[in-house]
């Protein structure tokens, strides 16, 4: 037997809300405007959603046991909720409708993780920009290709504030760090722990994105040395590089990177002040080297 | 105008019977006050059984009636259905002095009349039967794709949302028109 639900007092309706799961109140926000706004105004926290790219499809989590598929024909949507498959319709709804539906009803603006896995073919990347508006963070699996990786932060990388990539995409000949450092990205991050990393001057010295982050960083001291050295001297300028974070794989001295160069301790910091007045805060410890530049 | 006492009809308001509930029960006899629905059927209903709704609560409180006086005046409820008000009344006689649990196997289950029962439940304002009604209507869509939803919750598309404000500004354009027209007369 059906009931005026709209037509409830607003407490009662608030409440009748808050007794509903999260996939229901989905439901519910996608049967119109007025219930779309309802759901959006209401206590309940619909949390970011998160997409995965699998082949040629794109899957839309909410929770492990909340799932949505996009597919791209009748204006539809497979749901997952745990006990089998349904499909959803809107009629007039794209791909990008419905994310921008789930963003929507949310209350924000980003995906929270777009992640990329190694079977989603890299033509299907083009399609994932133009659906995706922005995410927070990319994440690119460890058991990508080194193509896909690259092509991924290649095509996506603008669209994310977190570029994560799981893998080393370099443990060949065909690519070269260089591809990827000398973008301009907000937040660059090498998240490799099971093998080493390594990295040279050069590579260091041509950093473009504002911060950068590599795990089981395998870098001669001397480099790091070099490299604060060119710095003091004011021979190489960064434009746009605010912070690089560096886990080595194998323990450093600190003596031998801070060998022969000028600095006060702040804070446990080693602050080196050039001549121009610009600055650099050195952490380094066994287990990691922090480079914080700042501008006075 | 019949009465029922905790759910028996009879012709007029019943005298109050003393429930034999224990023998060695408190001197203090309890007090009852009447009540009525659409139906004009009166309901006798304990002061504990009351305590439950906040608005007859206050009622009671304010006007300070004597058992003759609440027999002779029943509180009205006109907004109410007759049936409906027999569901609250049983369900306040239930707990009489005692809290709900969370999940009451003992209340009203008629989905067919649970929109009216809110309703009711919130004139009322019966807190702990409200959150169970509240309960049953989410519960009414649970797993339920959009379309079912649409359809039994009644949600109108957004073209049929589109047409009733569209409607709801040319009658109220109408309206202004009218007071316009209304008020140019009287000056004159």
Redo the contacts between chains.
């Keep these: 037997?059906?009931?005026?639900?709209?037509?409830?007092?607003v407490?009662?309706l608030q409440?009748?809300?808050?007794?509903?799961?999260i996939?229901?109140l989905i439901?519910?926000s996608?049967?119109?405007?007025?219930?779309k706004n309802l759901v959006k105004s209401s206590n309940r926290n619909i949390e970011p959603i998160s997409a995965e790219v699998y082949k040629n499809t794109i899957h839309l989590i909410i929770k492990p046991n909340l799932q949505f598929l996009l597919r791209d024909d009748y204006f539809s949507i497979a749901l997952y909720?745990g006990?089998g498959i349904?499909i959803?319709?809107?009629p007039g709804f794209t791909q990008c409708h419905w994310i921008a539906h789930f963003l929507s009803i949310s209350r924000t603006s980003m995906i929270q993780k777009l992640i990329i896995s190694n079977a989603s073919p890299i033509p299907y990347l083009d399609i994932v920009k133009k659906t995706n508006p922005r995410c927070f963070t990319l994440d690119i699996s460890d058991n990508c290709s080194s193509e896909l990786t690259i092509a991924a932060v290649l095509k996506l990388g603008s669209i994310a504030r977190l570029v994560k990539i799981d893998n080393d995409p370099f443990n060949n000949k065909r690519h070269h760090i260089s591809e990827l450092l000398t973008l301009n990205l907000h937040y660059l991050c090498f998240n490799i722990m099971q093998n080493p990393f390594k990295l040279e001057l050069s590579d260091l010295l041509m950093v473009n994105s504002e911060h950068l982050t590599i795990e089981s960083a395998v870098i001669p001291e001397k480099d790091l040395n070099r490299f604060l050295k060119l710095w003091m001297k004011g021979n190489h300028s960064f434009y746009r590089l605010k912070y690089i974070e560096l886990f080595p794989w194998e323990q450093i001295k600190h003596e031998d990177v801070l060998k022969e160069i000028e600095y006060q301790v702040v804070d446990h910091k080693r602050r080196l002040s050039r001549a121009d007045g610009k600055e650099l805060l050195v952490t380094v410890e066994p287990d990691f080297v922090v480079f914080e530049f700042s501008i006075p | 105008m019949s009465s029922t006492e905790q759910g028996t009809s009879s012709a007029a308001p019943a005298e109050p019977t003393t429930a034999p509930e224990s023998a060695a029960a408190p001197e203090v006899p309890e007090s009852f006050y009447y009540v009525h629905g659409k139906d004009k059927v009166v309901h006798k209903v304990s002061a504990g059984a009351l305590q439950h709704s906040a608005l007859i609560h206050g009622m009671i409180s304010n006007l300070g009636y004597t058992e003759e006086q609440a027999k002779a005046n029943p509180f009205p409820f006109e907004n109410i259905d007759g049936d409906i008000l027999q569901m609250v009344v049983d369900w306040c006689n239930q707990h009489k002095g005692k809290p709900t649990p969370p999940e009451d196997t003992n209340l009203p289950k008629q989905?067919?009349k649970?929109?009216d029962l809110?309703?009711a439940v919130?004139y009322l304002e019966i807190k702990e039967l409200?959150?169970y009604?509240?309960?049953q209507?989410?519960?009414?869509?649970?797993?339920?794709?959009?379309?079912e939803?649409?359809?039994?919750?009644?949600?109108?598309?957004?073209a049929e949302?589109e047409a009733a404000e569209k409607e709801a500004k040319k009658r109220a354009g109408k309206e202004a028109a009218g007071e316009t027209a209304a008020a140019a007369g009287d000056a004159k």
Excluded at chain 2, 137 to 147: D, H, I, L, R
Aim: with cysteine.
């Design positions: 037997m059906p009931i005026r639900f709209l037509s409830l007092p407490a009662d409440y009748a809300l808050e007794c509903m799961d996939g229901d439901a519910l996608l049967c119109s405007k007025r219930t909720r006990d349904e959803w319709r809107k | 989905k067919e649970l929109f809110v309703l919130n409200l959150t009604c509240c309960k209507v989410a519960m009414m869509v649970k797993g339920k794709s959009p379309e939803i649409r359809e039994i919750w009644m949600i109108p598309t957004d949302d």
